[in-house]
């Protein structure tokens, strides 16, 4: 089973600023790798896939970048509605399909 | 639109059963692959069950097998998750979620979740 590592586990930023979140892979998963957004009392939403490629009406301010293991989230000058838990997945090996244990972003 | 609407949940006892639904609508449902997906209170995100397109091929989380099992009724645009001998740490809400398909194992709609309490 591939294990995924998210840090930070908390990640407190002003709105208009920068927001870097990363995930780790026990192994590599290529490119294999999905993000997704959370908010309290709602289903998760789709982000970015292939690492890098964003979902259907994703803004432009969310991009991911890496490969391998070592993988990240850039949200670009965030906006209230991007205060959320984000998880990352990989789909290389499977099953399981594996999530890491996400990352809150809180003002 | 793509629409996921998830049934079935409440609270039980210890060793009894439920059965799961997901209705969908606003694609071609033969064309998918689903996923079952669960958080436990204050958790975060658990993979519990796949069913391909054609139903041929089911895939389980460790933890589960012998007691979940998945099916899909493509007369009904239904997938279902039976869930017996439950439980307390099954105790979450349960997601349906669409196969992104093409190779891309993600989850890219989700039903807003159907809530299971396992509990004496």
């Known amino acids: 089973e591939i294990v995924m590592t998210q840090s930070p586990v908390t990640l407190s930023v002003s709105p208009g600023e920068r927001a870097t979140l990363s995930c780790r892979a026990s192994?590599?998963?290529?490119?294999?790798l999905a993000w997704y957004q959370q908010k309290p009392g709602q289903a998760p939403r789709l982000l970015i896939y292939?690492?890098?490629t964003r979902a259907t009406g994703i803004p432009a301010r969310f991009s991911g970048s890496g490969s391998g293991t070592e993988f990240t989230l850039t949200i670009n000058s965030l906006q209230s509605e991007d205060f959320a838990v984000y998880y990352c997945?990989?789909?290389?090996?499977?099953?399981?399909?594996?999530f890491g244990g996400g990352t809150k972003v809180e003002i | 639109q793509v629409q996921l609407v998830e049934s079935g949940g409440g609270v039980v006892q210890p060793g009894r059963s439920l059965r799961l639904s997901c209705a969908a609508s606003?694609?071609?449902?033969?064309?998918?692959?689903f996923h079952w997906v669960r958080q436990a209170p204050g958790k975060g995100l658990d993979w519990v069950a796949f069913?391909?397109?054609?139903?041929?091929?089911?895939y389980f989380t460790a933890s589960v097998k012998g007691r979940f099992s998945i099916s899909r009724d493509n007369s009904k645009n239904t997938v279902y998750l039976q869930v017996d001998s439950l439980r307390t740490g099954d105790t979450a809400v349960y997601f349906c979620?669409?196969?992104?398909?093409?190779?891309?194992?993600?989850?890219?709609?989700w039903g807003q979740g159907t809530r299971v309490t396992v509990s004496s």
């Open positions: 606003g694609f071609t449902f033969t064309t998918y692959g």
């Open positions: 979620a669409r196969d992104g398909g093409d190779g891309f194992n993600v989850f890219d709609y």
């Open positions: 292939g690492a890098s």
């Open positions: 997945q990989q789909y290389k090996n499977w099953p399981p399909l594996t």
């Open positions: 069913i391909s397109d054609d139903g041929s091929n089911k």
């Open positions: 192994q590599s998963v290529r490119y294999d």
